[in-house]
């Protein structure tokens, strides 16, 4: 911890007060802290370290694209408008980014307990070494304070990259994205690695009005005519493959159900054939998205890309939000989900190919122990994904661990992604899902279900070792050179081999023996 964030940050934030797990949680953090930080999934806008121009002012930055901060407020009755969040018609919204910043540090209390408040308490304390509190009294010499450093080279978005420790950033990319940013960084030499993820989404939802456009664009990036369901689906094999020649190793998907049917060839091409003429229904495009996760799959297994399935969230919900600021306000909402009936198709096909890895996330708890761990503790091509959005949370991780672990294990999970727009944040949320793993294997150690060497190895692969095999980012980059707190039982992840059933697990020396202590 940094000396400057000692009035700010414990030492021991997030772990039990019970001495002998906090002395185990301190440990295991402190082997895990300086790891290099894996981000396979998430929302930063590449032209941002493409073009590594200064952040504008505190505002811009913290407050205007997060969409964790201003559901909050909004919730509390302060206008979007009033937080500078760009209108759709246009219409007059707050322009200074003082005055934004001066309403959102009043009702700064608000975040006291939730992880969007441990988050920016990391972010003021460790990125910008503000050791003042924040409040509607020291707001504007905050706000000062962190513009004079965002005019620093220090604070450019590469500095920052470099400085946080990021071996692999993945953005999340629409599958005509042109992928001009990621183009432009890997031609200017700079050595940060930054790499699109394949996002199809779009071209699946035949019954909204804008598909059409959305095949057009697509006919445009492969420069020819997409007439029939089986030219579409080469033209997303193409995709495919032009993402692959720029480093994705992942797609993602997101869906309300996540229902899967293999259909025949006729009856795609029907669908097809009624997208095109614009005469889809919500019914068509159900069918459509359940035989195109299997498709998916399919190709998953020829090219290696990892496939991610987001599913459960009623996107919009607020349609008076909706008409006056556009998609991704703050109000999407999680709904209860069912995985073992709706993936049974698509697992039939490819559930026992260890060639595919589905990385399955959730916003219906209750499924955690009922479906989503005894499905990835059998079947191989299955990893469990983090704790997604509103349970990315402390208690949230608590329970996923506690809830999943016993039926699948930790190697059937895929370590953690931040998932986040804002850069700034990214090394606050690793922060705290290393501690709070820290302090559920501390409480395993206390209790004798895992010796403390064995909680090291969980630690390591949990912090690093199953993002980056997960990822398949192990078969392309250099294990780091492992860090003075790193133990012998902590070595870096072994040589990859293909998928297999016997393969030794990531994180996992030779050797290595799991019993009690």
Known sequence: MSDHTAGRLSPDRFFDAEPTVRRHARTLYEATATLPLICPHGHVDPALLSENQPFPEPTALLITPDHYIFRMLYSRGVPLEFLGIPSRDGSSV?????????LFAEHYYLFLGTPTGAWLEYELGEVFGIDTPLNGGTAQRVYHAIAERLASPEFLPRALFERFRIEVLATTDAATDPLVHH??????GWSGRVIPTFRPDALFRIALPGWCNELTALEQCVGREIGSYSAFVA??????AFFRSMGATATDHAVVEPYTEWLEPSAMESLFTRARSG???TADQRAFEAHLLIEMARMSVDDGMVMQLHPGSLR?????????FGADKGADMPVATEYTRNLRGLLERHGNDAGLTLVLFTLDESTYARELAPLAGHYPALR???PWWFHDSIQGMIRFRENVTETAGLWN????NDDTRAFCSIPARHDLNRRVDANWLARLVSK?????DDARVMAHAAAYGLVRETYRFDRVAQTPTPTPTQTQTQTPTQTPTPASVNRVPSGVPSGVQFGLS
């Not at 033209?235 to 495919?240: G, N, P, Y």
């Not at 919009?316 to 006056?324: E, F, M, P, V």
């Open 94 to 102: 707050e322009r200074d980014p003082r005055r934004i910043w001066q």
């Open 183 to 188: 183009q432009r960084m890997g031609d200017d």
């Open 316 to 324: 919009d919900h607020n349609a008076r939000i909706q008409s006056r």
């Open 384 to 386: 469990l994904g983090p």
């Open 235 to 240: 033209a997303l094999a193409d995709r495919r």
């Open 413 to 416: 999970t895929a370590g953690f």
């Open 448 to 452: 004798h279900i895992v010796s403390l």
């Open 279 to 281: 005469v889809a229904t």
